[in-house]
């Protein structure tokens, strides 16, 4: 039987070789961390960057004005509106009632200012009959006091009889009863005519007070009328909405959501020691997780937070309590896009986002941001509100016209 041969032994590297082997590899991870200094040195340090980033866009919320009840909603939940557009649409009966009766109250209120005018004529023609009543009783007061006094005279030599005398004083005291009589009687028509004339005189008819007061109530009846369309204060998407036909609703309820997406921003949370050198104006790099790094996003640091995440918490962390346990804190970044979104890659509110900042560029001035969000509603809120106004100012010159005689005039 034939012994096994033996086994041939392992190659062993050479001293030498080996050493070169080592001396190549410490040169690789001398380069590498070279490198790796080199790539902090010159860009690393320059850039702070954070994964704690989400869109934020203005929520608009529809709310009524005035209680009622929802007859119609014009638009669902992921809708675009335009700015105008009805949404929703209360039952406007009661409103259009109450406009009517406003109506009429103010053609009331014209008709009786008119009466009033017309009034001031007849009562200064009385005020001047009663003067010439007086007059003319002042003047039978003379003869009878004349007469009386020749007659006291004459009863000394017998010449008249005492029936005479006291006929005399008695036509005398009655001229004085009539001639008060006609005093007491100019004096109130001098008073009925001041009272008319104060309440008409310098002023026009349409700024008479009770018209003034009437065309308010007629405005307000209009309003109440219009806040019936509650409509989309600008353009955006609908969201949240909870309003249905038939529900019954109260002023201040919201009943949806309109988010404008073209008014977008990025909201990134740094660390407290990351903002070390972030300033205003400073350039950001973005990309969403819902699309990837190959659609990048650029935007500028227009805001930097007044107080970290925990500070404003519902909940405060008391750290005075002495069970105190740190906590590297977050202060939110308010970053603006720049330039209009690409329309294929929308940002929707809640994405999450990669946020870069570059501290070594120079901070310029914060560019127009989403900050001013609520400008195209409130410039929406005030064209309606211009619009209203002029449509009650023109509804009241109407009835104002209508009703004022061909020969009256506004003086």
Same mark, same amino acid.
């Given at each position: 039987?034939? %012994?096994?041969?033996? %086994? ?34 010159? =860009? ?30 014009? =638009? ?28 009429? +109250? ?55 009889? $005492? ?9 005398? /005291? ?26 008409? $005189?310098?002023?026009?008819? $349409? ?112 750290? %005075? ?46 560019? %127009?941001?989403?900050? +001013? ?9 005030? /064209? ?8 009650? $100012? ?6 104002? /016209? ?10």
């Amino acid at each position: 039987m034939n %012994a096994p041969a033996p %086994a041939s032994p392992e190659p062993v590297m050479p001293p030498s070789r080996r050493r070169r082997v080592l001396l190549l590899l410490a040169l690789l991870l001398l380069v590498a961390a070279l490198g790796v200094g080199a790539y902090g040195w010159l =860009v690393l340090r320059h850039v702070e960057s954070t994964d704690n980033a989400y869109v934020q866009a203005p929520l608009v919320q529809i709310t009524p004005r005035i209680d009622g009840t929802v007859v119609a909603v014009e =638009v669902d939940d992921t809708d675009a509106v335009q700015a105008g557009q009805l949404l929703v649409r209360l039952d406007d009966t009661d409103a259009r009632l109450a406009l009517q009766r406003a109506g009429a +109250a103010l053609a009331q209120a014209v008709r009786e200012v008119r009466v009033l005018r017309a009034q001031d004529g007849s009562l200064d023609a009385q005020v001047q009959a009663r003067r010439a009543d007086a007059e003319r009783m002042r003047a039978e007061l003379a003869r009878a006091e004349d007469l009386a006094a020749r007659r006291a005279r004459l009863q000394a030599t017998g010449a008249i009889s $005492d029936e005479d005398i006291r006929q005399a004083a008695a036509a005398r /005291d009655a001229a004085r009863s009539a001639l008060a009589a006609a005093q007491s009687a100019q004096a109130a028509a001098e008073q009925q005519a001041a009272a008319n004339l104060a309440l008409s $005189d310098g002023t026009r008819l $349409d700024s008479h007070p009770s018209v003034q007061r009437a065309a308010a109530a007629l405005r307000e009846a209009l309003l109440s009328l219009r806040r019936t369309e509650l409509r989309a204060p600008l353009a955006g998407q609908v969201a949240r909405r909870t309003v249905q036909v038939g529900q019954r609703v109260a002023a201040g309820a919201a009943l949806m959501s309109v988010i404008p997406l073209d008014q977008v921003w990025v909201e990134a949370n740094f660390k407290e020691a990351q903002l070390r050198h972030m300033r205003l104006g400073q350039p950001v790099r973005l990309t969403a997780d819902a699309y990837g790094r190959k659609v990048e996003y650029r935007g500028r640091i227009v805001g930097i937070g007044a107080g970290t995440g925990a500070a404003f918490a519902l909940l405060p962390a008391q750290n %005075a309590t002495g069970n105190w346990i740190k906590v590297v804190q977050r202060v939110p970044v308010r970053v603006a896009l720049d330039g209009p979104l690409p329309p294929q890659y929308p940002l929707r509110v809640g994405l999450s986002m990669h946020a870069t900042v570059q501290l070594d560029a120079m901070a310029e001035a914060p560019r %127009a941001t989403a900050s +001013a969000a609520s400008a195209p509603a409130a410039v929406a809120a005030l /064209d309606e509100a211009a619009s209203a106004q002029r449509e009650a $100012d023109a509804l009241v010159q109407r009835i104002l /016209d209508a009703n004022l005689s061909p020969k009256s005039s506004r003086r």
